[in-house]
């Protein structure tokens, strides 16, 4: 998030995590800490930005040596991602209105078409999940009618199939992702009616979100 909107000369170092996210606007040019309170002091900054479940005892230190801190709650819904943004544009004080917007059409649309998520070890997400916001700003109607993540069962699949799967899963091969690739689950839902997004993009909820929504609805057609 702070990648995405701040200048880049305004931020003394990102967290180490960044790393992990394969996207343009997080190149090797940004700087990094190690995530020691020795080397976050070094860097002397005015303002420290926290995830909700990040790093709970090193906040608390840096907060009682004077550092400003401030944390950002996590979305619980899809509904609540503009604010989330919006607090964080305060922080860096620029304005508001550059928080993005969901994309148009996708809100409030009403389709019956049924979209499992299917992830590894044969898991489904089901209602009540922040899953279940995306697909159905997208216009899909969720496969599953069970809340969370649900394991599930290949007979049930095959007598009753969804009208596509969405695939998310690491690139690599492994155990986890056989039960995906059993062919008889691939007889009832054929291959063009797999569909594949950046993995990342489901990990935590942002801007990037409303990219997912606008893809999903336009996989609908």
């Given at each position: 998030?702070l990648a995405r909107y701040a200048e880049r000369s305004r931020v003394a170092a990102l967290s180490p995590y960044h790393r992990q996210y394969p996207v343009a606007w997080l190149?090797?040019?940004?700087?990094?800490?190690?995530?020691?309170?020795?080397?976050?002091?070094?860097?002397?900054?005015?303002?420290?930005?926290?995830?909700?479940?990040?790093?709970?005892?090193?906040?608390?230190?840096?907060?009682?040596?004077?550092?400003?801190?401030?944390?950002?709650?996590?979305?619980?819904?899809?509904?609540?991602?503009?604010?989330?943004?919006?607090?964080?544009?305060?922080?860096?004080?620029?304005?508001?209105?550059?928080?993005?917007?969901?994309?148009?059409?996708?809100?409030?649309?009403?389709?019956?078409?049924?979209?499992?998520?299917?992830?590894?070890?044969?898991?489904?997400?089901?209602?009540?999940?922040?899953?279940?916001?995306?697909?159905?700003?997208?216009?899909?109607?969720?496969?599953?009618?069970?809340?969370?993540?649900?394991?599930?069962?290949?007979?049930?699949?095959?007598?009753?199939?969804?009208?596509?799967?969405?695939?998310?899963?690491?690139?690599?091969?492994?155990?986890?992702?056989?039960?995906?690739?059993?062919?008889?689950?691939?007889?009832?839902?054929?291959?063009?009616?797999?569909?594949?997004?950046?993995?990342?993009?489901?990990?935590?909820?942002?801007?990037?979100?409303?990219?997912?929504?606008?893809?999903?609805?336009?996989?609908?057609?």
């Amino acid at each position: 998030m702070l990648a995405r909107y701040a200048e880049r000369s305004r931020v003394a170092a990102l967290s180490p995590y960044h790393r992990q996210y394969p996207v343009a606007w997080l190149d090797a040019g940004w700087p990094a800490h190690d995530g020691s309170l020795e080397q976050i002091l070094q860097f002397q900054p005015d303002l420290v930005i926290a995830g909700e479940y990040n790093a709970l005892q090193l906040r608390r230190r840096l907060q009682s040596l004077g550092l400003r801190v401030e944390v950002l709650a996590l979305p619980r819904s899809v509904a609540e991602i503009e604010a989330y943004e919006k607090r964080l544009l305060t922080l860096l004080d620029l304005p508001a209105e550059r928080a993005s917007r969901p994309p148009p059409g996708a809100a409030g649309a009403q389709a019956h078409k049924r979209l499992l998520l299917l992830g590894a070890n044969g898991i489904g997400t089901g209602r009540d999940t922040f899953e279940q916001g995306i697909l159905e700003r997208a216009g899909w109607t969720n496969y599953l009618a069970e809340p969370g993540y649900v394991r599930l069962d290949l007979e049930r699949l095959v007598a009753d199939p969804p009208d596509a799967v969405l695939w998310s899963a690491p690139g690599s091969r492994a155990l986890a992702n056989r039960f995906a690739e059993h062919p008889v689950l691939h007889r009832a839902v054929p291959s063009e009616r797999w569909f594949a997004t950046d993995y990342w993009r489901w990990q935590c909820p942002g801007p990037w979100t409303w990219e997912l929504v606008g893809q999903l609805n336009r996989w609908l057609d």
